[in-house]
């Protein structure tokens, strides 16, 4: 028998777009959303081709554990997924390509209306030339298509900006609760779990939603909820969200390598009862604030001689160094060459007996070119990096052996690890983040076996944080430089914690935000 409701629901849930009309019992939702995090310290620019642009159900994908075919989120509503599009963090997005992507989603969006709710699936911290607050700015367009009745519920990385617009124009927000991302999937199931639950229960949207600014603007690299004290304040992110009269709450630290007024710490609260919201909302804020302080590195700091002198003195191994300020995750070009520099004109690791230190990684597609040529094993001589970001140190010449060459990945197109001395630099195409074990063990290197092991990256993803006989964090330069004060901030608020000093307390009662109903976007 339920065999039989399950196959029926299913014919149902296949056929229903093609009958669908506003009176159907099941709810429209629409998914939409462009997500990208970009520095606007870095010289590198994105473009519509550094972006995944999925249509239609090809969405589906990007939600393996919740919106398969036949899943209980699926069959619970028409799904008229529209478009999204994610890219790797990377530089300020060009006007252009936002324009052109927004509108594909538009135009898309368009086709299927009318929309009774819709997935707003963003990063939040996009920066576009020319144009502040872009996640505002699209959702303002996007409810200019829906109307008004529509409701919105935005998903969004806890580095992400909640400006007051995208406060308003969204119904139900929230945010991941750990760093790393461990929760990605979990918060977008909850995000539409809201969703359904208002659709379904006919609560529409919540009759309150709480905002409150705090001035802080820290690196994630000092807010890893793997440590205290943001460890305890997502804890209690978990602990507020349940309570009665409570719908969501959750707790934005920002992005600190864009340079625009919405970038700072956010608290945002919504629910139905208005004392429950409020105690939460200003519980949080002030945690928030009381712990300031208390945000250190996730790991211990140096300048990058400091880190290598100490991992080529250490006797644990594998030694991991981030050479963080031009961590590609985070936004930067990912193809400084200052740091590999450094590295290749230390003296231990000139020859190939030497101390084994991996390098991950260096975009050089002309030497990906040459190694091509000459296969594995064979000798290459060629400049990588500094295409893009060139400010700290020119293109480095590397001379040595073609040590493996793998073809065919998604973001690096082609690797090649380059054996010179005893230093394995691998060299890439396209720039990718080196995060998982895997993505050595396919070019034949075992990081496990390392003496150190050098990655552009900031805060240690889990697969190389588990296998880290130690670590440390080195301050490199770049467009996430992670020493805030050099940055050259002038359009954040002021005071900001920590780059301003003796900052007064701040006014932490909550701000009520307007219903979207109340908001006119024309
Ligand atoms: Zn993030």
New binding site residues.
């Given amino acids: 028998m339920l065999k039989h409701i399950i196959f029926l629901s299913t014919l149902l849930i296949a056929y229903l777009p093609l009958f669908a009309k506003s009176n159907d019992p099941l709810p429209r939702i629409g998914i939409a959303g462009i997500g990208i995090?970009s520095s606007t310290f870095s010289p590198a620019l994105s473009t519509e081709a550094a972006f995944t642009i999925k249509r239609g159900e090809q969405i589906y994908t990007s939600y393996p554990g919740f919106m398969q075919t036949g899943s209980n989120v699926r069959s619970r509503a028409v799904w008229l997924p529209a478009v999204t599009a994610r890219s790797l963090p990377g530089g300020a997005v060009t006007r252009e390509a936002y324009e052109t992507m927004l509108g594909y989603m538009l135009d898309s969006l368009k086709k299927n209306l009318p929309y009774d709710g819709l997935f707003f699936d963003i990063h939040g911290a996009m920066s576009v030339v020319g144009l502040d607050d872009p996640e505002g700015d699209m959702i303002t367009r996007i409810r200019k298509i829906t109307g008004p009745k529509t409701i919105i519920s935005t998903s969004m990385?806890?580095?992400g900006n909640v400006s007051m617009r995208l406060a308003q124009q969204s119904d139900l927000i929230t945010c991941?609760r750990m760093?790393p991302?461990e929760d990605a999937q979990e918060t977008k199931q909850r995000s539409v779990e809201q969703l359904l639950q208002r659709l379904e229960s006919g609560s529409g949207k919540p009759k309150y939603k709480a905002w409150i600014p705090v001035p802080i603007l820290l690196p994630?690299e000092q807010t890893s909820t793997r440590i205290e004290p943001a460890k305890s304040l997502y804890e209690n992110v978990r602990t507020a969200a349940v309570k009665d009269g409570v719908i969501e709450a959750a707790v934005w630290m920002g992005y600190p390598w864009a340079d625009e007024p919405r970038n700072h710490g956010v608290i945002m609260v919504t629910g139905d009862d208005k004392e429950a919201v409020t105690n939460a909302a200003e519980e949080l804020a002030n945690h928030f604030w009381r712990v300031r302080n208390e945000f250190h590195f996730v790991a211990p700091t140096g300048n990058l001689k400091e880190c290598l002198d100490k991992a080529v003195s250490s006797e644990k191994h594998p030694f991991f160094i981030s050479d963080s300020g031009d961590n590609p995750t985070a936004g930067g070009a990912g193809d400084v060459t200052w740091s590999l520099q450094q590295i290749l004109a230390r003296k231990e690791f000139k020859k190939p007996n030497g101390p084994v230190l991996m390098y991950a990684s260096i975009p050089g597609p002309d030497m990906i070119k040459k190694a091509l040529a000459a296969g594995v094993g064979g000798k290459v001589k060629g400049l990588v990096g500094a295409e893009v970001d060139s400010r700290y140190a020119p293109p480095l010449l590397i001379e040595g052996t073609v040590y493996a060459i793998r073809e065919g990945d998604a973001n690096a197109g082609v690797e090649a690890v380059i054996q010179t001395g005893s230093v394995f630099v691998i060299v890439t195409q396209k720039r990718k983040p080196y995060h998982k074990e895997a993505d050595f063990t396919n070019l034949k290197l075992e990081p496990r076996k390392a003496a150190i092991v050098v990655v552009k990256i900031g805060y240690l993803e889990p697969e190389l944080y588990n296998m880290r006989a130690d670590w440390l964090l080195a301050l490199t330069p770049g467009g996430v430089d992670q020493d805030l004060a050099r940055l050259p901030y002038k359009s954040i608020q002021r005071p900001m914690f920590p780059v301003d000093k003796n900052i007064p307390e701040p006014d932490l009662k909550v701000r009520w935000v307007k219903s979207s109903d109340e908001v006119a976007v024309n």
Avoid: I, R, V
């Fill in positions: 995090e990385d806890l580095h991941y760093a991302h994630g």
